[in-house]
Every structure is written in C-alpha cells, then in structure tokens.
C-alpha cells in the first residue's frame, strides 16, 4: 500500500437479489484514495456509484449485499469490523453529502440541531451548549450568512443551496477524514452548484480531508478533481490523474465521454455521443462490458480484461493496451 493511501478498495462486489434476477451493481471495483485528494468517480447513470460509496461502510440494504472485496481504510478492512466499531468510524471519519438536502435533514429539528446532533453521537464529554456553538462556528465556515440565525432555522425555512450547506456542515463537523459527496449539487441550479464545490474544496483544504465526489459532470471533474476513476457498469476502467485523463484518455468508454462534452475552445462540429446504452446490469455481456457500445472492439474483447497500470498512476482496464 501507498504511504499516502488513505482508503484501497479491493475487488468490491455488491449484488440486489431480485426476483427478476440478480443485480450486479458493483462487480469488482478496485480503486484507491489518497490523503488530502478528491477523488472523482464518473460514470453513467446506473454503473453503480452510489452503491459502491455506500458499501464502503456497509450501509447496502437488503435485497442488497456485499458478496465479496476488502475496504482497507487506513489499513483495516472494514467489511470485517464489528458493526460497533464501524459506527465510530461512520459519521466521524468517513461522512456522507448525498445528492438531495431536502431528504437528509429530518423537517421536525432545527439546522443548527442537526449539526449538534452528530457532534454529541461521536463525544463523550460534550455538553449540547458546547456543540450549539461549535455548530454555528461551523455553520460560519460554510459561508452561511447569519449563522446564529440559520442554526434555529427549520430545514423548509431555508433555500435548497443553503440545506446543501447545512448537510455539508454536518459532514465536517466531526472532521472526517474521509468525506464521500454522491453527485452533491445535482439538485442546485448552476450558480449555487460552482460556489458548492469551491466549499468543497476549501474545506478539504483547511481540514485536509480527502473527498470522495461522484458525479456525472466533466465540467466538475475538470474544475475540482485532482485524480478520476471511471466506472462503467459495476467496475472502473480507467483511473488517472485529472489532466492525464483529460489529454490522454486511454479507455475507449472515457474517450467518448470525453467526446460527448462541448469543449468551449473548439470550433463545435458535432457533438458525438456514444451510441448503445449501459448494459443491463443482470445480464451483462461476456467479457468486456463496454464492447458491445465500443467503436474498437476486436477478437480478444469476449475475454474480461483486467484494470493494470500502463504509466505511473495510469490504469486501464482494455485490451487495446494489453501489454
Ligand atoms: N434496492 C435495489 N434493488 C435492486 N437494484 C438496485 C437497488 N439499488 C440499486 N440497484 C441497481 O444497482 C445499479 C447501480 O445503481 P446506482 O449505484 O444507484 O447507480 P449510479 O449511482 O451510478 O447511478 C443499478 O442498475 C440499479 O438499478
Ligand atoms: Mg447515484
């Protein structure tokens, strides 16, 4: 393992025991995080993003289960931690920002409530006055204006950017040092989308957390990210750094992402996209998912191929590479 590794994912597999079959979801994701780093995770709707983030703690509910893989964080696998002992790490070094703040805050408790609430879950000596204030110190680093105010706020009296930031608040409230955002601003116009990411990444600044930020969004990855990890249905196919993806995509799945995005520097000759959609994730293709969408698809492609690095921190999973 890396020095700087913070969280090695090995071989992850999630499957949905259905009736109408059995949903692989995450089938063999192997990815790592470093310290201090965002993470982008990219991929279509439905490749299984969010399943993976959350099987990272095991929070997979039924009809779901983790069948198979390791989740070192800091070296210690969480799939085999005792349930009581991966609460401490829940919430407290590895938190959560998910897409909609409507859904993650509870209408009946205040903003600043919230906030509070999970500093005393992960305390022992803190009185609720104590983390009252610390909640709204917090509430202050998260650019909320008037946070004395906000903090008795109820969560229906404030806007959809500000809910965001009281989520976010939440998050880092106990300092995590893993901070994992599922497609954290989709639900916020584009304004508040680029201020919610600048926080993201002051505060992985200020408090060198690593984040984790799944999201669909090029623009995003290209802004914020310092590596990407590319899934396409259940697996990643490329990891790299965030420029090396961006000017030498190696998979033919990142390659027409890449190209499916206007680029405001060229002249616009037509938008490609890539034609097919993602398999169906209970009657996936032989071998290789992407091959029967991908333009370059030879003999070798019925084989599955395995994710190798082809440069330093470059990893392709692709028989165009094989070595
Ligand atoms: N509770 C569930 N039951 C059955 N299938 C599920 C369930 N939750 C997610 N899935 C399936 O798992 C796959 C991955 O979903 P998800 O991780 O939400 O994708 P993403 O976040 O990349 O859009 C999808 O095919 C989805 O239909
Ligand atoms: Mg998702």
Same mark, same amino acid.
């Given at each position: ?59 997979? @509910?039924?009809? *779901? +289960?983790?069948? !198979? ?5 800091? $070296?210690?696998? &969480?799939?085999? #931690? ?5 609460? @401490?790490?829940? *919430? +407290?070094?590895? !938190? ?5 703040? $409507?859904?993650? &805050?509870?209408? #009946? ?10 500093i005393l879950a992960h305390s022992s000596s803190a009185k609720f006055n104590e983390a009252w204030g610390k909640a709204v110190g917090i509430f202050r680093e998260v650019l ?180």
């Open positions: 393992m890396h020095s700087s590794t913070l969280l090695e994912v090995k071989d992850l597999r999630v499957y949905f025991y259905t009736y109408a079959g059995v949903v692989k979801a995450v089938d063999g994701v192997s990815l790592s995080v470093h310290r201090g780093e965002i993470l982008c995770i990219v991929g279509e709707t439905g490749c299984g993003k969010s399943v993976m983030s959350r099987a990272l703690t095991r929070m997979v @509910k039924p009809p *779901g +289960r983790i069948v !198979s893989g390791e989740v070192l964080f800091e $070296g210690v696998d &969480l799939l085999k #931690l005792p349930e009581k002992e991966l609460r @401490k790490i829940r *919430g +407290r070094e590895i !938190s959560y920002v998910y897409q909609d703040p $409507g859904n993650a &805050l509870d209408p #009946l408790y205040t903003a600043g409530f919230h906030v509070a609430e999970t909320i204006p008037d946070p004395e105010a906000k903090a008795k706020s109820y969560p229906h009296e404030l806007s959809g950017g500000m809910k965001q930031r009281v989520v976010i608040a939440t998050a880092v409230a106990n300092t995590p040092k893993l901070i994992i955002a599922d497609e954290p601003t989709t639900a916020l116009d584009v304004t508040i989308q680029a201020q919610v990411m600048e926080l993201i990444r002051g505060l992985r600044d200020k408090y060198s957390s690593s984040v984790m930020l799944i999201t669909h969004n090029l623009g995003v990855v290209a802004e914020v990210c310092d590596r990407v990890a590319v899934m396409y249905a259940g697996k990643v196919v490329e990891e790299a750094f965030v420029e090396e993806l961006f000017t030498n995509p190696l998979h033919p799945y990142t390659q027409g992402l890449l190209e499916a995005v206007p680029n405001p520097l060229k002249k616009i000759e037509r938008l490609r996209s890539i034609h097919g959609s993602v398999p169906n994730m209970i009657d996936l293709p032989e071998g290789c998912r992407f091959s029967p969408r991908c333009p370059h698809a030879f003999q070798f492609c019925n084989k599955e191929p395995e994710l190798v690095e082809r440069s330093k921190g470059h990893l392709v999973s692709c028989w165009l590479y094989r070595r």
